[in-house]
């Protein structure tokens, strides 16, 4: 089981840049496929980025893809999301997620951990 800690939301100017944080609890966090996903106010939950076991491989949703920028740190047991051009259509809650396999999905369902979520807001 992994317990997961999501840092670094907050209010940001359109054009600007955020990085969070997803800190995860075990020994095992490199075998986890890691993921971002967002919410916005009355929306689904929709799929951000995703990055498997070693960080090699990526995926990104096509709204974010070429601002955002997703890694991992096994050493550390973290994995970030680099957001840059903010849009306000970014705004909303960020959530981190773990599955523990190999396969990268992008579906909220196939992941089995989630943390909190933090709160991301860009202004126009």
């Known amino acids: 089981q992994v317990q997961l800690v999501e840092s670094g939301g907050g209010l940001v100017q359109a054009g600007g840049s955020l990085r969070l944080s997803c800190a995860a609890s075990g020994r095992t966090f490199s075998r986890y496929t890691m993921g971002w996903f967002r919410q916005a106010p009355g929306k689904e939950r929709e799929f951000v980025a995703a990055?498997?076991?070693?960080?090699?491989?990526?995926y990104y949703a096509d709204s974010v893809r070429g601002r955002f920028t997703v890694s991992r740190d096994n050493a550390k047991n973290t994995l970030y999301l680099q957001m840059n051009s903010l849009k306000p259509e970014d705004t909303a809650v960020y959530y981190c997620?773990?599955?523990?396999?190999?396969?990268?999905?992008?579906?909220?369902?196939?992941?089995?951990?989630w943390g909190q979520g933090t709160q991301v807001t860009v202004s126009s």
């Open positions: 997620a773990a599955v523990g396999t190999w396969v990268v999905t992008t579906t909220p369902l196939g992941y089995d951990y």
């Open positions: 990055i498997g076991w070693s960080g090699g491989s990526t």
